[in-house]
Nanobody
Framework: QVQLVESGGGSVQAGGSLRLSCAASGFTHSSYCMGWFRQAPGKAREEVARLRQNGGTSYPDSVKGRFTISKNNADDTLYLQMNSLKPDDTAMYYC????????????????WGQGTQVTVSS
């Protein structure tokens, strides 16, 4: 069974940085697509980064140039480096995973972690 455990959240002032980690285990396939999502109170869940099996990445305009997704393939740990943080980045951040293919396509991300809170103060 796939398990995802996030860590690294916390409180930081605007302009600061945080690195989130997602320890993944239980993968039964070698090809996965993984991503980071966030949800603030009263707002819809938003995808903030995706890493595809072919190494491709994607970000929404709201975080492009500030957030970087990466993965350590040796231990299946997913990271989200967040720089130049803004108060609008305050949210619960979730790691998610699903099947991925070499053409960069992804299945629905069926596996989710429990989340880690990020709070950015002005």
């Amino acid at each position: 069974q796939v398990q995802l455990v996030e860590s690294g959240g916390g409180s930081v002032q605007a302009g600061g940085s945080l690195r989130l980690s997602c320890a993944a285990s239980g993968f039964t396939h070698s090809s996965y697509c993984m991503g980071w999502f966030r949800q603030a109170p009263g707002k819809a869940r938003e995808e903030v980064a995706r890493l595809r099996q072919n190494g491709g990445t994607s970000y929404p305009d709201s975080v492009k140039g500030r957030f970087t997704i990466s993965k350590n393939n040796a231990d299946d740990t997913l990271y989200l480096q967040m720089n130049s943080l803004k108060p609008d980045d305050t949210a619960m951040y979730y790691c998610a995973a699903g099947r991925g293919w070499s053409d960069g396509s992804c299945s629905q991300l069926a596996y989710w972690g429990q989340g880690t809170q990020v709070t950015v103060s002005s």
